[in-house]
């Protein structure tokens, strides 16, 4: 049978150009409160979007997806613009009045009526030869009708004809109608029973007659084409004789050949009314009137009915002739046959089932103004979400607990830790785990990894070399010292009274104090390292022994013992050789099911653990805002939402429900082998060669722990010695250039009050020797020679030329008087020694010594104190300030910041030196941190200056020798005026030296580092 039946599509509504953009913009001002040009992307695409839905698309596939977008997007836009207004206008596809509303459920209504329109069309255009091609008519017809069915039940007051509740009845009539007979060629294609395609038929009949009966209403208003019409009536009877005919074929199949041929007649009677309708149809047809009809409408129903007539017609003189000569029965009356019955086929595809397929929803694509969120949608997503967060909690409480109760079921019994026992027991021997413990392999890795980067052997040499180092440095600073101050007090014995550099004892007192500290903190540091060699010395056997492969031939011989490596734990008589085996047997089938059982504990952690990661992903990744945004003007339904989605991990929750189950059972079972397996094993000879082989275990563990923490003491005294020696050296280095720098400037003093001294005993003797000279005549001027060419010289005389009248001839040096103090100072250390005069006063004073930071007046008198001489007759000294009566201590070098404050008047007992207390691995209380050198400290206000103090000397008054020229006169004679006393106190050479450390600094030092 030639499936060519026309098939009726809905005709499709036009539009014109709908302005969104406006609108859109003035909502999201005035009920989101943001920037509408934030949207300007958003407005566009939803334009465009309706444009290429409803302007220049056909009615295939692409116009289909165009129009399931826009209609996707409306759903989503009226949910977040429900008052919006804008103005729709559209034609209605029957009678193309020009309708125009504000409503987005108008503009709603026209997009599914355009859809309904759409799947007629293609449902109509499908081969229907094809089995596929029938299964799509059959499928399109249906959406068509569920799309027209939402119409009629959402859309009430249409504005417009073909929204009207009778036209879109009797359109939803017509595709039921065509889809049944899709159904119906179906059946006939497969071959199905004439019984079932007769009702099929019969229900196709009447459904096409009754549509004949009702647009009989519509004829009078000019709203669907007369050929419609036609087409309708000639299906009605077509599809009658349809009926009769395959009742016919399954009452003679039952072998009722009356009733059969009676049905075969009115079937060809209805085919020929059909084929009569069918042919006025095809005369009359003209494609262009009816757009709605295939073109070959009026030819394929003809064609369709004259084949038919012509089978029915065959079928019914077959039929007589086997009823004439064969069956002879009774032929009843046509009204007197049964009904045939109908089987309802198509039923509507609703709206939600189409929008809720995955590739529909993928053609709709994201909501175009996502970001458009409102508040009460906002709401009830927390709302959601904490729901989602509650239920994660309490599975991740019941997954936590269910662990906690399997760790401490197995701790309880001491399954871990006994079934080695139990299966070493079961093998006959004591090897059934490592020879080295874990712990003892883990110490075994760290040592040698520290041994490898920096062994204690070589740290022991750097720390010996460091205290070598310091030791040495000490001592060279002491001997500095010492040699400046015997060369000092050599001169002093030379040269007597005349010498006038203070003496070295009281300048290098805070020298030797800090010397004195360092030598002591040294020696308690060397007490310290003793100790740490002794520690070293005693653990270094084990240590060494623990670094060696031997180390597991210690812990196999400390668990084999006397030979029990060789000897079965199971060692009865000879007469229990059976009974040994049974229960060895017993035990090894006892360990290997708790082992398995322990292993499908692991499985179900695992499981459980898969599980809940999977629940949090699924819930981490659902999003119901697009739902709740959906079901927004339903306020009731939120509650049943929630419920509806918290459903999807309801297997998530049985699955771990059910994880938790099988954990009880299986501890269950471990436990009930468990007690099994030691009441059998834990009896007899075996059981307690273990427990003696785990004592000697024990005891070997003990051992290399105590080497260990030896180790670790002697690293820790090693490392906090090293600190100490590394400190203490960069004390010494400031010490010993602090100390170098003091001896190179007393060294320069006096060299240069040698050379001074020098000079003026050269002077002494020479005037001793030679007679005075004669008074030169007055008239006659001639050449100067003798002393007064050498006083000419060093320009001695006035301004008149007057010379200064000779000394009286002394008989030695000794008796001589030296020379004034104005007249001879003493010459510059710079002047050679062989000149028999002393040079000329220079004109500008002489450099003053590198530590003298600023000129000042002369400072006080170091010796004035001593009484040595009388300060009233002194000539080569400045006047000492006023209320100066004693010598200034030396200058203290600057002090440490807060780890080393000045403690006046003490002398370095360090506490550190002591070796009865060892403390090691202790934390350091305070550590010996670098000096920290402050740029200047001022003196005391009576501290004298280093410059000054070198160079002045009072001498008795009783001497008979005049005073030795002073070493800097030129400040009383040409300078300015001396400063007032607050300026000759300023500060002058300061050397830097860091002051002792106070002894309790040296012992807590001390502390630290021994032990």
Same mark, same amino acid.
């Not at 071959?191 to 038929?201: E, Q, T």
């Not at 492969?549 to 000879?574: C, H, I, K, M, N």
């Not at 007249?823 to 010594?849: F, K, L, N, T």
């Given at each position: 049978?030639?499936?060519?039946?026309?098939?009726?599509? =809905?005709?499709?509504?036009?539009?014109?150009?709908?302005?969104?953009?406006?609108?859109?913009?003035?909502?999201?001002?005035h009920s989101y409160g943001e920037d509408p040009d934030n949207y300007a992307t958003e407005c566009a695409n939803l334009q465009r979007c309706r444009q290429d839905a409803v302007k220049g698309a056909g009615s295939d596939m692409t116009a289909r997806d165009l129009l399931y977008k826009y209609f996707g997007q409306l759903e989503l836009l009226e949910l977040r613009f429900a008052e919006i207004r804008v103005n729709f206008p559209w034609r209605d596809a029957f009678t193309n009045k020009l309708i125009t509303q504000t409503s987005i459920a108008y503009e709603k209504a026209s997009i599914i009526f355009q859809i309904a329109a759409t799947h007629s069309a293609i449902a109509a255009s499908q081969n229907r030869s094809d089995p596929e091609g029938l299964k799509r008519a059959f499928y399109y017809f249906r959406t068509c009708a569920g799309m027209l069915t939402y119409i009629n039940d959402n859309f009430l007051h249409a504005p417009s004809t073909d929204l009207s509740r009778e036209v879109i009845k009797f359109l939803v009539g017509i595709i039921f109608a065509q889809a049944t007979e899709v159904f119906f060629e179906k059946c006939t294609d497969e071959k199905k029973g004439n019984a079932l395609v007769a009702k099929i038929a019969s229900q196709t009949a009447f459904m096409y007659t009754s549509l004949s009966e009702e647009v009989k209403e519509f004829m009078g208003k000019g709203i669907f084409d007369r050929n419609w019409v036609s087409l309708l009536q000639i299906k009605g009877k077509y599809?009658?004789?349809?009926?009769?005919?395959?009742?016919?074929?399954?009452?003679?199949?039952?072998?009722?050949? &009356?009733?059969?041929?009676?049905?075969?007649?009115?079937?060809?009677?209805?085919?020929?009314?059909?084929?009569?309708?069918?042919?006025?149809?095809?005369?009359?047809?003209?494609?262009?009137?009816?757009?709605?009809?295939?073109?070959?409408?009026?030819? +394929?129903?003809?064609?369709?009915?004259?084949?038919?007539?012509?089978?029915?017609?065959?079928?019914?003189?077959?039929?007589?002739?086997?009823?004439?000569?064969?069956?002879?029965?009774?032929?009843?009356?046509?009204?007197?046959?049964?009904?045939?019955? #109908?089987?309802?086929?198509?039923?509507? =595809?609703?709206?939600?089932?189409?929008?809720?397929?995955?590739?529909?929803?993928?053609?709709? &694509?994201?909501?175009?103004?996502?970001?458009?969120?409102?508040?009460?949608?906002?709401?009830?997503?927390?709302?959601?979400?904490?729901?989602?967060?509650?239920?994660?909690?309490?599975?991740?409480?019941?997954?936590?607990?269910?662990?906690? !109760?399997?760790?401490?079921?197995?701790?309880?019994?001491?399954?871990?830790?006994?079934?080695?026992?139990?299966?070493? =027991?079961?093998?006959?021997?004591?090897?059934?785990?490592?020879?080295?413990?874990?712990?003892?392999?883990?110490?075994?890795?760290?040592?040698?990894?520290?041994?490898?980067?920096?062994?204690?052997?070589?740290?022991?040499?750097?720390?010996?070399?460091?205290?070598?180092?310091?030791?040495?440095?000490?001592?060279?600073?002491? *001997?500095?010292?010492?040699?400046?101050?015997?060369?000092?007090?050599?001169?002093?014995?030379?040269?007597?009274?005349?010498?006038?550099?203070?003496?070295?004892?009281?300048?290098?007192?805070?020298?030797?104090? !800090?010397?004195?500290?360092?030598?002591?903190?040294?020696?308690?540091?060397?007490?310290?390292?003793?100790?740490?060699?002794?520690?070293?010395?005693?653990?270094?056997?084990?240590?060494?022994?623990?670094?060696?492969?031997?180390? !597991?031939?210690?812990?196999?011989?400390?668990?084999?013992?006397?030979?029990?490596?060789?000897?079965?734990?199971?060692?009865?008589?000879?007469?229990?050789?059976?009974?040994?085996?049974?229960?060895?047997?017993?035990?090894?089938?006892?360990?290997?099911?708790?082992?398995?059982?322990?292993?499908?504990?692991?499985?179900? +952690?695992?499981?459980?653990?898969?599980?809940? #990661?999977?629940?949090?992903?699924?819930?981490?990744?659902?999003?119901?805002?697009?739902?709740?945004?959906?079901?927004?003007?339903?306020?009731?339904?939120?509650?049943?939402?929630?419920?509806?989605?918290?459903?999807?991990?309801?297997?998530?929750?049985?699955?771990?429900?059910?994880?938790?189950?099988?954990?009880?059972?299986?501890?269950?079972?471990?436990?009930?082998?468990?007690?099994?397996?030691?009441?059998?094993?834990?009896?007899?000879?075996?059981?307690?060669?273990?427990?003696?082989?785990? *004592?000697? #275990?024990?005891?070997?563990?003990?051992?290399?722990?105590?080497?260990?923490?030896?180790?670790?003491?002697?690293?820790?005294?090693?490392? #906090?010695?090293?600190?100490?020696?590394?400190?203490?050296?960069?004390?010494?280095?400031?010490?010993?250039?602090?100390?170098?720098?003091?001896?190179?400037?007393?060294?320069?003093?006096?060299?240069?009050?040698?050379? &001074?001294?020098?000079?003026?005993?050269?002077?002494?003797?020479?005037?001793?020797?030679?007679?005075?000279?004669?008074?030169?005549?007055?008239?006659?001027?001639?050449?100067?020679?003798?002393?007064? +060419?050498?006083?000419?010289?060093?320009?001695?005389?006035?301004?008149?030329?007057?010379?200064?009248?000779?000394?009286?001839?002394?008989?030695?040096?000794?008796?001589?008087?030296?020379?004034?103090?104005?007249?001879?100072?003493?010459?510059?250390?710079?002047?050679?020694?062989?000149?028999?005069?002393?040079?000329?006063?220079?004109?500008?004073?002489?450099?003053?010594?590198?530590?003298?930071?600023?000129?000042?007046?002369?400072?006080?008198?170091?010796?004035?104190?001593?009484?040595?001489?009388?300060?009233?007759?002194?000539?080569?000294?400045?006047?000492?300030?006023?209320?100066?009566?004693?010598?200034?201590?030396?200058?203290?070098?600057?002090?440490?910041?807060?780890?080393?404050?000045?403690?006046?008047?003490?002398?370095?007992?360090?506490?550190?030196?002591?070796?009865?207390?060892?403390?090691?691995?202790?934390?350091?209380?305070?550590?010996?941190?670098?000096?920290?050198?402050?740029?200047?400290?001022?003196?005391?206000?009576?501290?004298?200056?280093?410059?000054?103090?070198?160079?002045?000397?009072?001498?008795?008054?009783?001497?008979?020798?005049?005073?030795?020229?002073?070493?800097?006169?030129?400040?009383?004679?040409?300078?300015?005026?001396?400063?007032?006393?607050?300026?000759?106190?300023?500060?002058?050479?300061?050397?830097?030296?860091?002051?002792?450390?106070?002894?309790?600094?040296?012992?807590?030092?001390?502390?630290?580092?021994?032990?």
């Amino acid at each position: 049978m030639a499936h060519n039946s026309p098939m009726i599509s =809905i005709p499709k509504k036009s539009t014109e150009e709908v302005d969104w953009t406006t609108p859109i913009r003035s909502a999201i001002s005035h009920s989101y409160g943001e920037d509408p040009d934030n949207y300007a992307t958003e407005c566009a695409n939803l334009q465009r979007c309706r444009q290429d839905a409803v302007k220049g698309a056909g009615s295939d596939m692409t116009a289909r997806d165009l129009l399931y977008k826009y209609f996707g997007q409306l759903e989503l836009l009226e949910l977040r613009f429900a008052e919006i207004r804008v103005n729709f206008p559209w034609r209605d596809a029957f009678t193309n009045k020009l309708i125009t509303q504000t409503s987005i459920a108008y503009e709603k209504a026209s997009i599914i009526f355009q859809i309904a329109a759409t799947h007629s069309a293609i449902a109509a255009s499908q081969n229907r030869s094809d089995p596929e091609g029938l299964k799509r008519a059959f499928y399109y017809f249906r959406t068509c009708a569920g799309m027209l069915t939402y119409i009629n039940d959402n859309f009430l007051h249409a504005p417009s004809t073909d929204l009207s509740r009778e036209v879109i009845k009797f359109l939803v009539g017509i595709i039921f109608a065509q889809a049944t007979e899709v159904f119906f060629e179906k059946c006939t294609d497969e071959k199905k029973g004439n019984a079932l395609v007769a009702k099929i038929a019969s229900q196709t009949a009447f459904m096409y007659t009754s549509l004949s009966e009702e647009v009989k209403e519509f004829m009078g208003k000019g709203i669907f084409d007369r050929n419609w019409v036609s087409l309708l009536q000639i299906k009605g009877k077509y599809f009658t004789s349809v009926a009769q005919y395959y009742r016919a074929l399954a009452d003679s199949a039952a072998g009722k050949h &009356g009733d059969a041929l009676v049905r075969f007649t009115v079937a060809e009677a209805a085919a020929k009314e059909a084929n009569r309708s069918a042919s006025s149809f095809s005369n009359i047809f003209v494609t262009q009137m009816s757009p709605s009809l295939p073109p070959d409408a009026g030819s +394929a129903i003809l064609d369709l009915t004259k084949a038919h007539l012509a089978l029915c017609t065959d079928k019914k003189n077959e039929a007589q002739r086997e009823n004439d000569l064969i069956y002879n029965a009774v032929l009843p009356a046509a009204e007197a046959l049964p009904q045939i019955d #109908k089987a309802t086929i198509a039923t509507p =595809i609703t709206i939600q089932e189409v929008y809720a397929a995955p590739e529909v929803q993928k053609v709709i &694509g994201p909501d175009m103004f996502v970001r458009l969120i409102p508040l009460s949608v906002h709401e009830s997503a927390s709302v959601y979400s904490e729901e989602k967060a509650k239920l994660v909690r309490g599975e991740v409480e019941k997954a936590d607990n269910a662990e906690v !109760e399997v760790k401490s079921a197995l701790e309880s019994l001491g399954v871990k830790q006994g079934l080695a026992r139990f299966k070493a =027991i079961a093998e006959g021997g004591v090897g059934g785990e490592e020879e080295v413990p874990l712990e003892v392999r883990q110490w075994r890795e760290d040592i040698g990894i520290m041994e490898e980067r920096e062994s204690v052997e070589r740290l022991m040499v750097q720390l010996t070399k460091l205290k070598e180092t310091v030791k040495g440095e000490l001592d060279g600073i002491s *001997r500095e010292l010492e040699t400046e101050s015997r060369d000092c007090e050599a001169m002093r014995v030379k040269y007597e009274h005349l010498w006038t550099q203070e003496p070295s004892g009281s300048l290098t007192k805070s020298f030797r104090q !800090e010397l004195k500290s360092h030598l002591g903190s040294l020696d308690a540091a060397a007490q310290s390292d003793q100790q740490v060699v002794a520690l070293w010395d005693s653990v270094k056997g084990e240590i060494r022994l623990l670094l060696s492969p031997q180390v !597991e031939e210690v812990f196999r011989a400390s668990t084999d013992g006397a030979g029990a490596g060789t000897e079965s734990l199971l060692d009865l008589d000879v007469t229990n050789d059976a009974q040994n085996e049974d229960e060895r047997a017993q035990i090894v089938q006892l360990v290997d099911e708790i082992e398995e059982r322990l292993g499908r504990l692991n499985k179900i +952690a695992h499981e459980r653990i898969q599980v809940l #990661k999977d629940l949090k992903e699924k819930v981490q990744t659902d999003d119901v805002s697009h739902l709740l945004l959906l079901n927004r003007r339903n306020p009731g339904a939120e509650n049943n939402l929630f419920a509806g989605e918290l459903e999807k991990f309801k297997s998530y929750q049985q699955r771990l429900t059910a994880t938790v189950h099988h954990e009880q059972v299986t501890i269950q079972e471990v436990s009930t082998l468990w007690r099994a397996l030691k009441d059998l094993a834990g009896r007899g000879p075996g059981a307690k060669k273990w427990e003696e082989r785990e *004592r000697r #275990k024990k005891d070997t563990i003990r051992r290399f722990s105590r080497a260990r923490d030896g180790y670790m003491e002697v690293r820790d005294g090693i490392a #906090k010695g090293l600190q100490f020696y590394n400190e203490l050296t960069e004390l010494t280095t400031i010490l010993r250039r602090n100390a170098k720098s003091f001896v190179s400037e007393r060294t320069v003093d006096r060299e240069r009050l040698a050379a &001074g001294l020098e000079t003026q005993r050269r002077l002494s003797q020479s005037a001793a020797a030679s007679p005075p000279p004669p008074p030169p005549p007055r008239p006659v001027q001639s050449q100067p020679t003798g002393l007064e +060419a050498s006083f000419a010289s060093m320009n001695i005389q006035n301004k008149n030329g007057m010379v200064s009248p000779p000394a009286p001839p002394q008989s030695s040096w000794q008796s001589a008087p030296a020379p004034s103090a104005p007249q001879y100072p003493s010459p510059p250390q710079s002047q050679p020694a062989r000149s028999p005069y002393p040079p000329p006063p220079p004109s500008a004073p002489p450099s003053r010594p590198s530590y003298q930071s600023q000129p000042s007046a002369p400072a006080l008198d170091p010796y004035a104190s001593l009484n040595m001489f009388n300060a009233g007759s002194s000539t080569f000294s400045s006047p000492p300030p006023n209320g100066a009566t004693s010598p200034p201590p030396p200058p203290r070098p600057p002090q440490l910041s807060q780890q080393y404050p000045l403690a006046p008047q003490h002398t370095y007992q360090p506490s550190y030196s002591q070796p009865q207390q060892p403390q090691y691995g202790q934390p350091q209380q305070q550590p010996y941190s670098h000096p920290q050198h402050q740029a200047s400290y001022p003196p005391p206000p009576s501290q004298p200056q280093y410059g000054g103090g070198y160079q002045s000397s009072t001498p008795a008054a009783a001497s008979p020798f005049p005073p030795p020229p002073p070493p800097v006169p030129y400040q009383s004679q040409y300078a300015s005026p001396s400063p007032p006393a607050q300026q000759q106190q300023q500060p002058g050479y300061q050397y830097g030296l860091p002051p002792p450390p106070p002894p309790q600094q040296y012992g807590q030092y001390s502390q630290g580092y021994g032990r």
